[in-house]
């Protein structure tokens, strides 16, 4: 699958305060958002943030886990360098740990959708499946606009808890927010309007609830 939104590209250019600059559902990297490393780690926390970026960048996962412990040790409380430090986690194969740096992020900002999107694909990925719906729906209580927040809801109601009318609604709404004009998403959405015409937005307030 080469939707933006869908490719497997776990890195995300979150933010120091917590908020992650682009939605990226599995996940993409804005290209003009890709840091250079420097020479030489910096010793503030946001030059080292991007250090940290650039070496994600280079897939170079365990250095990377390294250069974020310390930082999140140091700035508990910025919210960006726990959810890359979850992603990194990911990367090396360990959930727990990962899973407990992303609840840390919220810790420290609860508003962070990319903290919340991610927990929701961790949890969808261990077959959690109404937790991962429950952490994206929190997400999009804080950030209604996240594109990946709609996209993977879009693709836990198409595959997972199949239910047309959310995968639908989802689906539109993350093609609008992402400008997303590959045709196989058009087919998809075709293919889910055939089923139900007409969403219900009753349906989808009543699902923010869960």
Same mark, same amino acid.
């Given at each position: ?90 990367? $090396?194969?360990?959930?727990? &740990? ?8 919220? /810790?420290?900002?609860?508003?962070? @959708? %990319? #903290? ?68 196989? $998403?058009?087919?998809?959405? &075709? ?8 969403? /219900?937005?009753?349906?989808?307030? @009543? %699902? #923010?609830?869960?």
């Amino acid at each position: 699958m080469s939707l933006r939104y869908a490719r497997h590209l776990l890195l995300v250019t979150v933010l120091l305060q917590g908020c992650a600059s682009a939605p990226s559902g599995e996940n993409y990297v804005p290209t003009s958002d890709k840091p250079q490393a420097p020479a030489e780690p910096v010793k503030d926390a946001e030059g080292k943030h991007r250090y940290v970026l650039a070496l994600m960048e280079k897939e170079d996962w365990h250095q990377a886990a390294g250069e974020l412990e310390l930082l999140t040790a140091a700035r508990p409380k910025l919210s960006g360098p726990w959810v890359n430090l979850g992603i990194v986690r990911t990367m $090396l194969g360990d959930g727990t &740990a990962a899973e407990t740096a992303f609840r840390q992020a919220l /810790v420290a900002n609860d508003g962070n @959708a %990319e #903290a919340w999107n991610q927990l929701g694909m961790l949890q969808r990925r261990s077959g959690r499946l109404e937790d991962a719906r429950a952490s994206y729906n929190a997400g999009l209580q804080k950030s209604p606009d996240h594109a990946a927040l709609h996209w993977n809801l879009a693709i836990l109601h198409d595959r997972y808890l199949p239910d047309p009318v959310l995968a639908l609604t989802h689906y539109e709404r993350y093609r609008v927010l992402a400008k997303d004009q590959d045709p196989r $998403l058009a087919v998809w959405i &075709a293919k889910l309007r055939e089923q139900v015409p007409v969403p /219900v937005p009753a349906k989808m307030s @009543a %699902e #923010a609830q869960k």
